[in-house]
Structure formats: C-alpha cells, structure tokens
C-alpha cells in the first residue's frame, strides 16, 4: 500500500526572512504565504561561508545565520510551523541556502538544504558539506545554477562541475524568482522552480506543483523520483 497518498500542492522552496537578508519577518512571511493559498514552503536564510572578505561582510551586516543564532532560528520555525499548519493547512520545512561567494561567479554556488536538522559549517568542502546534508537526510537542491536576471552575485560552480556535483544533488533550480534555465531540463536533471523571496513583491515568481501526500518524507521522495512535479508561474 502506497503511503504517501497524492493530491496537487503548490510548494515553494526557498525564501528568505528578516534572519538573514530578507526584508520581512518570518511571522510576515508565513502569513503572507498562508493567506495566498500555499500548500508547502521551506525557510531557506543564507547561511554565509565568511572564510573570504564577501562572507565576512555578509556576516558583520547581519545577512547570514551563525551558529549562535541557528538553534533560535530552527526552534521559531518549528513554533510557525504549527501555527501554520493549524491556521493554513500549510506544511512549513526548516532549511538553509548555504551561501559561498566569491568575485569570481565560476567560484560561486549557493545550496539549499531543506528539511536541515541541525548547524552545518558553511565553509566545509562541498563534498563534506553534501555528505553530512545526507547523514541528516535533508533535501540538497542548485539553487540558481545559471545565469539570473537581477542577481547580485551570479552562481556558477555547481553547474559548471555538474558532471562531478550531479550525484550528490536531488534536484536543481530551473526557475528562480521571474527566471527560467532550461538548460538544466536539456539535462533531465530532476528539478523545481522557486520565488528565491526577499520582499512582498516576490510573491509573482515560479513556483513547484508536486502530486504527493503533504508530508515532509512524501514531499522530499516525490522531488527526488521527479516524476510527478510541475512548474507554474505564480500571481496572487
């Protein structure tokens, strides 16, 4: 008997709140979300890798979670994730984008890591940072792989290396806010689409339908198969 019983849910993976370099607080943002009828987000702050100067900046702004704050961060998500659940029907996922930037966009690459248990070093090596994502069984998804319209910082790294990068990877980012990358689709890598939300007006921005039962291990296999997800573009 198949346990994840499926129906239609329009799901965003990756946004962004007042933790790291969101304009909104997460209350604000679950209820925003809540209110424009969907089914499943995961909170992804920035957690910067401050091992160059762009890091250390990103740190001294307060654009990124730190260890000290990262048990807070996951504890007021869990909290919001029961007041949504119980006044939305909507299922909250704790996560993070682990961010490393550098001049260079080739050397770039920002990851998400959803359904994230607990506090990963953002400075690990890329392998080190994908093996301990599994050992807590977290989703990891590209986030904007390819060039972005509007994106401070362009994130080329994973792309660029896909052929190495691709077995650690559960899906990648083929729309990310207005954007769409087609090129990762030519691939048949396993995708979503994304608002990447910093401010109210993101809200009009891709989105993923997934066909599966509105639970955490049903959403993440469901990715993972990528065989029942779709991509709209969302407007309230």
Known sequence: MDKCKEESLL????????YSDGSL?????????GQTGHDIIAITDHLVDKTNLMG??????????SEENFEEYLENIAYESK???DKYDMLVIPGIEITKNHISAAKSAHILLIDIKKYIPPELNYKKLFLEAKRQNALIIAAHPYHVLGLDKETLYLWNNRKYFSKYIDAWEIGCNKDLFNVVSLESYPFVANSDFHKPSHIHSWRTLLYCKKEIECVKKCIKDNTKVAIKFFRK
Not at 25 to 33: E, H
Not at 57 to 62: E, G, R, S, V
């Open 11 to 18: 799901c965003d993976f990756h946004i962004h709140t007042k």
């Open 25 to 33: 607080s997460l209350r604000k943002v679950i209820d925003i979300y």
């Open 83 to 85: 007041r949504a659940l």
């Open 56 to 65: 250390m900046a990103a740190h001294t702004i307060n654009a990124s979670l």
